[in-house]
């Protein structure tokens, strides 16, 4: 299974997602935006975003990600070994630090 970052990271310590799926799937690789979010939808999602990082703050101090398996996907895929949640973590930020840069460039862009 093919998820975002941070729902694969619960997906691969086996817990439930905290974001409701509709919003994993439009991000899911080989999808494209289908349409512009209006401003309910846009203050629906930093909602629902602000609440998932506290979310993964709780569960990291809680250690809820002892059961995280690696990631075979992101080192064959990206030369990044992701063995644990620390890993993960640290992917995340690369991985979303690379959608920055291309938002940023193609605002430039446009």
């Known amino acids: 299974m093919n998820r975002s970052c941070v729902s694969g990271n619960y997906h691969k310590a086996g817990l439930s997602l905290p974001v409701d799926d509709r919003y994993m799937a439009p991000s899911l690789p080989g999808t494209r935006p289908e349409g512009q979010a209006g401003p309910e939808e846009i203050a629906r999602i930093r909602t629902g975003l602000l609440g998932s990082v506290i979310r993964l703050q709780e ?10 398996t690696p990631s075979v996907p992101i080192q064959q895929g990206y030369g990044i070994h992701v ?17 920055s840069g291309c938002i940023a460039s193609l605002m430039r862009f446009v």
């Open 59 to 68: 569960d990291y101090d809680r250690r809820a990600f002892e059961q995280y």
């Open 83 to 99: 063995g644990d949640i620390d890993d993960a973590l640290s992917y995340l930020l690369y991985h979303e630090g690379y959608h």
